[in-house]
């Protein structure tokens, strides 16, 4: 049962257009969620966080949005740069109880952008 | 750079032989987790440690699967009498304080054949 799903496993985007990456998820119990960037042969890097208190995001080009009672994310990237391409995963977690620290990711979106 | 370090990268082995992975956390950093990723998933949460405590086990992790951090520094993931099955990478990760923001180390990628 996927508890973290992002349903769109490719997406291809013009340099300097905006690349919008979505994630969903099903555990209510959920209430920090992370955004994490993968190279191939490398491990993930951290991007980008938001707790279930906010609805908004920013870091530089990179934007979250949170609509907790549609149990939706998005990953906004304006504008999109080649150096960009990788997969990009969703990951969630409880802030406390049974399963806080313990991150449940998506299957991965890879995002092409194409110059 | 004091990142995340794993070693070995890469692992060939045997099916029922045993290996062990290390990996150094970020200096500092309380928090150790070790995850596991096949093709076409994300990671898959294995256990994770506070200093030298293994505070969580996942259901994944079947009793061929011991993971220690003795010092509460470097950890080592040992897996015994592999089976093709186990082939995946293993990713470890490190986090300070009360972070939930975990940095992942470059993975160790084993092959059972």
């Known amino acids: 049962d996927q508890q973290v799903k992002q349903n769109s496993p490719s997406l291809s985007v013009q340099e300097g257009r905006i690349s919008i990456l979505n994630c969903d998820y099903t555990n209510s119990m959920f209430d920090y969620f992370l955004w994490y960037k993968k190279y191939p042969a490398e491990g993930p890097t951290f991007l980008i966080s938001i707790s279930s208190i906010k609805d908004k995001n920013e870091d530089g080009r990179f934007t979250v949005f949170l609509n907790k009672s549609a149990k939706h994310l998005s990953l906004h990237i304006v504008p999109s740069q080649p150096g960009d391409s990788a997969v990009y995963f969703c990951a969630a977690s409880p802030l406390s109880g049974a399963g806080s620290y313990q991150l449940t990711f998506g299957k991965g979106t890879k995002l092409s952008v194409i110059p | 750079d004091t990142g995340v370090s794993q070693d070995p990268r890469h692992k060939i082995t045997k099916r029922g032989q045993n290996v062990t992975f290390r990996c150094d956390p970020i200096s500092e950093h309380n928090r150790l987790y070790w995850y596991r990723q096949t093709l076409g998933q994300g990671p898959e949460f294995l256990t994770y440690f506070q200093n030298e405590a293994q505070l969580e086990k996942s259901r994944l992790l079947s009793d061929r699967f011991s993971a220690e951090r003795p010092k509460g520094s470097f950890s080592t993931l040992e897996i015994q009498r592999t089976e093709q099955g186990d082939s995946a990478m293993y990713l470890c990760?490190?986090?300070?304080?009360?972070?939930?923001?975990?940095?992942f180390g470059p993975g160790t990628r084993l092959t059972v054949t």
């Open positions: 990760a490190s986090s300070p304080g009360i972070s939930y923001e975990q940095y």
